[in-house]
């Protein structure tokens, strides 16, 4: 087909052409789809079983949470490593499940955190003085950044319904220092 016949069918008004134009899409597209669906259904018969060495998958119901620390309240907070450790060096990836009613005292990292709320509403604040009232709010689907040496604390406040869980990016050793060591470490609001 000549360019002039697809510059008359895009450029015209009239419902015949336009009815031209559906129709040349339709020839065109529905062929594709055909030998398409019949080139899937192929490569999908070839595939072999996941290699765990190569892909590792951890469903929720498999992912081990345990006490954050020891000594803590029990449901106060949890942590699962899915990745590396807070002091293994090299990148980590952990859950952190914070209960209501919990925060932690004012405290810092040797690196940068990177830290995604996945659900409840996980309330944080930075600063050397622990203002749990001036603590803001981040709900499920947001990220926040702790910077490397500088003084936060975060936790959930005692009204709300769930816990909120956050996923930890870092690079480790995180090496937490509290601001200050003779005040407990977890706080009960």
Same mark, same amino acid.
């Given at each position: 087909?000549?360019?002039?016949?697809?510059?008359?069918? !895009? /450029?015209? /008004?009239?419902? $015949?052409? *336009?009815?031209? !134009?559906?129709?040349? &899409?339709?020839?065109?597209?529905?062929? !594709?789809?055909?030998?398409? #669906?019949? @080139? $899937?259904?192929?490569?999908?018969?070839?595939?072999?079983?996941?290699?765990?060495? *190569? /892909?590792?998958?951890? !469903?929720?119901?498999?992912?081990?949470?345990?006490?954050?620390?020891?000594?803590?309240?029990?449901?106060?907070? *949890?942590?699962?490593?899915?990745?590396?450790? $807070?002091?293994?060096?090299?990148?980590? $990836?952990?859950?952190?499940?914070?209960?209501?009613?919990?925060? #932690?005292?004012?405290? #810092?990292?040797? =690196?940068? &955190?990177? #830290?995604? @709320?996945?659900?409840?509403?996980?309330? +944080?604040?930075?600063?050397?003085?622990?203002?749990?009232?001036?603590?803001?709010? +981040?709900?499920?689907?947001?990220? @926040?950044?702790? +910077?490397?040496? =500088?003084?936060?604390?975060?936790? @959930?406040? &005692?009204?709300?319904? *769930?816990?909120? +869980?956050?996923?930890?990016?870092?690079?480790a050793p995180v090496q937490l220092e509290l601001v200050d060591p003779?005040?407990?470490?977890? &706080?009960?609001?």
């Open positions: 087909m000549h360019n002039s016949y697809f510059d008359r069918i !895009l /450029t015209s /008004t009239d419902p $015949l052409t *336009e009815r031209d !134009l559906h129709t040349t &899409r339709r020839n065109i597209i529905l062929p !594709l789809l055909g030998a398409l #669906s019949a @080139v $899937l259904p192929a490569a999908g018969a070839h595939a072999g079983a996941i290699d765990s060495s *190569e /892909t590792q998958v951890v !469903l929720p119901n498999a992912i081990k949470w345990d006490p954050w620390i020891n000594g803590f309240p029990p449901h106060s907070g *949890e942590m699962a490593i899915l990745y590396g450790g $807070l002091d293994k060096p090299g990148p980590y $990836l952990v859950l952190m499940k914070w209960y209501p009613g919990y925060m #932690s005292a004012p405290h #810092s990292y040797a =690196t940068d &955190r990177l #830290s995604l @709320v996945l659900s409840g509403t996980w309330w +944080v604040n930075s600063g050397a003085d622990f203002d749990p009232d001036n603590a803001v709010p +981040v709900p499920a689907g947001g990220f @926040v950044r702790r +910077v490397a040496r =500088t003084p936060h604390y975060d936790g @959930v406040e &005692r009204s709300a319904r *769930e816990p909120a +869980v956050i996923a930890l990016f870092g690079i003779d005040k407990p470490a977890w &706080r009960r609001l």
